[in-house]
């Protein structure tokens, strides 16, 4: 049982004890359940606290049980609810640190709840995609009023107890404890005092109306339009808290179980819910063990004070962490501090840091040209050229001057990290950290691990990662690691798809539909079509075989690199990002195309999504079966953080398994069978054919 009982004089105290966070899984709620009876048993006690153990009062139903019988089970949460409402005795609630979803509605359904100062409270459940589903959507409104209840349900966002304590006429709280600290005591000497209350309150039975009723939730519903285009559940939690203002408790209470239900199937809260778990999934490795020794990183280098360099030191500024940078030249450092400084007063000036924050960062980054100054460094990483012989020249110098200990570190995005580390004596200290631009911004980091790279130093980056707020994701050693490798091949049908009869602007429209932040082309033109030339001039020599359309070579050589030379795959105007089609590109492919012999053909946008998606997909499978990624649910995190991958569609894979693989599977059998494509790289990886067959998902 992961609840537990003991009496303190004539007061019951069940304290949920389910790690990490207390999650109201079905051993928990048979605990209180059980609790209760004893404590309605035993004619020595009048009254009873429910609280919780650790670092948590309740984050909620428990996420990972969702989907599988025991959520189903009764005690059900709602059954739980009803025995707290129905306990001859005075329940009431000593809320702490987190108390979030089920845990609030528990709360709710208590006679009486102290809080401690510093508690999140939240419904969150819009986060997952559903609604709160124990009665949190009825019982909210009716204790900090209709608005701020709607707010607080469509936003999912945390607000501190004590900002809801200090609502006046506000009921969630009746009391608020001094401290966290004295929130035990507090709450038995509430529990007595209150034990002879007849009758006990109930927040069912408080009054629930908003006086410009119809008006106020016709604004409510054109507030939640835009931001719920891709996700339904918000505009259900506006139905279900009208529902609360006009009718009676009990249906009220049908009516959001019945929103509930129906919102957990859908593939949106499905996605997010397997967002949810596998963005914690990533941070774990199979054979680093969570109690792995961490080296202390207090002091960090950045070589190069390009870009990438000064936004990976922004993010360590931001994190309280002292960054030294390094350059050959003064020039390029005081180039590099003022993009730095530009980056920061554009923060102020929108008001979204403060002067005195700004000035604390700037006085944590520090200069040098000389390499002896970086000796003190627990942690450096190497951001200059993307050039195997430049990196060999600044491990070496690296292996020289840093202390023993150091994690030496590579932005490489495409090198061989087996080989940078074999630059230096102390391969177990290397690292990959590919950081994604722009890197104070996007929150993917790919951690690659090389085959000499120490446990310690992996723990050590990961919980660094934790620190300055990237997510990431662990991977082995391969040309592209796990993103680039994608995409390469998602490159390559986008090119496939021109030559066969599509526009950029089709191909980009028809991806951004599907959700995809930017399509592949306007991609390209952001990140830089040189970049793709560059690998592609690679391919050609050392994979031959590989068929590429030439397309995008011809728009190189045209000079058309994307939005730094204002022209790529689009036009652009200078201080803009929008992207103008370009009658001369559209040109150029088509007499591309009518070189080659080829007779356009109308391609509709879900054979668009499809190709490009499942190129995806299959480069995927191989990846995992390579045992270049631990897990699938690692790459839908580093497509969802990294490449504007849609939330809602959970990553790629997560959507193949919505989509089902044997269907996957059809589909790429007929691509291959497309003479202008790639049959061989259609035939299906061996794990997807093998999953696909076994009718099971990559999870
Ligand atoms: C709900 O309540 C439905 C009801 O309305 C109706 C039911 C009928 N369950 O985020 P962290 C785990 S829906 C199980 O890194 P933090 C998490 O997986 C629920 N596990 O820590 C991780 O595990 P691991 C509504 C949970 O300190 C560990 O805790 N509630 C749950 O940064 C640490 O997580 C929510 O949506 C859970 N409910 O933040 C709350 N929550 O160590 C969502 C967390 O194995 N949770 N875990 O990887 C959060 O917002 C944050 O996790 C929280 C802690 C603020 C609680």
């Not at 790690?19 to 209180?32: A, C, D, E, H, K």
């Not at 507090?186 to 410009?212: G, I």
Request: charged share 25%; aromatic share 6%.
């Amino acid at each position: 049982m992961t609840a537990e009982y003991k009496v303190h004089g004539s007061v019951a105290v069940i304290t949920l004890a389910n790690p990490p966070v207390n999650g109201l899984g079905l051993s928990t709620r048979q605990g209180i359940v059980d609790g209760l009876t004893r404590a309605n048993d035993d004619a020595a006690v009048t009254s009873i606290v429910i609280t919780g153990a650790g670092g948590a009062f309740s984050g909620g139903a428990d996420i990972k049980e969702f989907g599988t019988d025991k959520s189903l089970q009764e005690p059900n949460l709602h059954s739980v609810i009803a025995a707290v409402e129905n306990s001859a005795k005075p329940v009431v609630a000593a809320i702490h640190s987190v108390c979030m979803g089920g845990g609030l509605e528990l709360a709710l359904g208590c006679h009486y709840r102290i809080a401690a100062p510093g508690c999140s409270v939240a419904l969150p459940e819009v986060k997952l995609g559903i609604l709160p589903g124990a009665g949190g959507t009825q019982r909210l409104p009716r204790v900090v009023g209709v608005e701020a209840a709607l707010n607080m349900i469509v936003s999912g966002e945390p607000v501190k107890s004590e900002l809801i304590g200090s609502i006046p006429g506000q009921k969630l709280f009746d009391k608020m404890a001094a401290s966290p600290e004295a929130l035990a005591a507090e709450a038995l000497a509430f529990a007595q005092s209150v034990a002879d209350v007849r009758p006990m309150p109930l927040v069912r039975n408080l009054p629930c109306k908003h006086p410009q009723g119809d008006a106020y939730f016709q604004f409510a519903r054109n507030m939640v339009k835009g931001m719920s285009k891709n996700f339904p559940a918000p505009a259900k939690c506006v139905d279900a808290v009208e529902a609360a203002t006009k009718k009676k408790f009990a249906d009220g209470l049908l009516f959001e179980r019945e929103l509930f239900i129906n919102l957990m199937w859908t593939p949106e809260s499905r996605s997010l819910r397997h967002l949810f778990l596998a963005e914690r999934a990533a941070s774990k490795i199979p054979d680093v063990p969570a109690d792995t020794p961490k080296r202390d990183i207090k002091a960090v280098a950045v070589i190069g004070a390009g870009t990438m360099g000064g936004g990976i030191a922004m993010n360590f500024l931001n994190a309280g962490i002292p960054v030294k940078m390094l350059e050959m030249k003064q020039e390029a450092l005081d180039r590099g501090i003022a993009t730095i400084k530009k980056n920061y007063e554009a923060q102020v000036k929108k008001g979204k840091l403060k002067q005195d924050k700004y000035e604390q960062r700037m006085a944590l980054l520090s200069t040098t040209l000389d390499y002896a100054d970086l000796k003190d460094a627990d942690l450096v990483i190497e951001a200059v050229f993307e050039e195997l012989g430049v990196k060999e020249a600044v491990f070496k110098q690296l292996d020289a001057v840093m202390k023993p200990g150091a994690i030496l570190a590579s932005n490489t995005s495409t090198l061989d990290v087996n080989k940078i580390a074999h630059f230096t004596q102390r391969p177990q200290d290397v690292v990959g950290l590919h950081f994604f631009s722009p890197a104070n911004v996007m929150k993917l980091l790919e951690v690659v691990r090389g085959d000499a790279t120490a446990k310690d130093v992996l723990a050590t980056v990961m919980a660094v990662a934790k620190k300055i707020r990237k997510t990431a994701v662990v991977s082995g050693v391969c040309d592209g690691f796990i993103g680039n490798r994608m995409i390469e091949q998602y490159g390559r049908q986008g090119g496939f798809l021109l030559d066969e009869g599509c526009t950029p602007e089709q191909v980009d429209k028809a991806m951004e539909k599907f959700g995809m932040a930017m399509g592949p082309f306007r991609m390209g033109d952001l990140a830089g079509n040189d970049i793709g030339w560059a690998i592609r001039k690679r391919r050609y020599t050392e994979k031959p075989d590989m068929k590429y359309s030439k397309t995008a070579d011809l728009l190189c050589e045209k000079g058309r690199f994307g939005q730094k030379t204002g022209a790529g795959w689009y036009d652009y105007v200078p201080g803009k990002r929008d992207a103008i089609p370009n009658a001369e590109v559209v040109k150029m492919i088509e007499d591309h195309r009518a070189s080659l012999g080829i007779t356009p053909r109308k391609i509709s946008d879900e054979e668009i999504v499809q190709r490009l998606v499942f190129s995806l997909v299959n480069e995927a499978a191989h990846i995992l079966e390579e045992g270049i990624a631990n897990k699938a649910s690692d790459i839908d995190v580093v497509y969802i953080f990294g490449y504007g991958f849609p939330v809602y569609r959970g990553g790629p894979l997560n959507y193949a398994n919505e989509v089902g693989l044997f269907n996957v599977v059809q589909a790429m059998n007929r691509f291959a069978k497309n003479p202008l494509d790639d049959a061989a790289f259609w035939k299906p990886a061996p794990l997807l054919a093998k999953l696909a067959a076994e009718g099971k998902t990559f999870n």
